[in-house]
């Protein structure tokens, strides 16, 4: 995770860049994160588990 400063490309911006690197504001700062992964639910497997 970064912080940015005063940076003028970076103001303001939040969002998602591919699935690499997310941008978010918190504190009146610009934070740089790498993207979280998110996991496939293997959903018939789950239900196969349940009955």
Same mark, same amino acid.
């Given at each position: ?5 005063? *940076?003028? +490309?970076?103001?303001?911006?939040? =969002?998602?860049? =591919? %699935?690499? #690197? +997310?941008?978010? *504001?918190?504190? =009146?700062?610009? #934070?740089?994160?790498?993207? !979280?992964?998110? %996991?496939? !639910? %293997? ?7 349940? +009955?």
């Amino acid at each position: 995770m970064v912080k940015v400063g005063d *940076n003028i +490309v970076t103001t303001g911006l939040s =969002g998602k860049l =591919g %699935n690499l #690197i +997310v941008f978010c *504001n918190r504190g =009146g700062k610009t #934070i740089v994160a790498k993207a !979280p992964k998110r %996991n496939k !639910p %293997n959903g018939a497997k789950h239900r196969n588990n349940i +009955v």
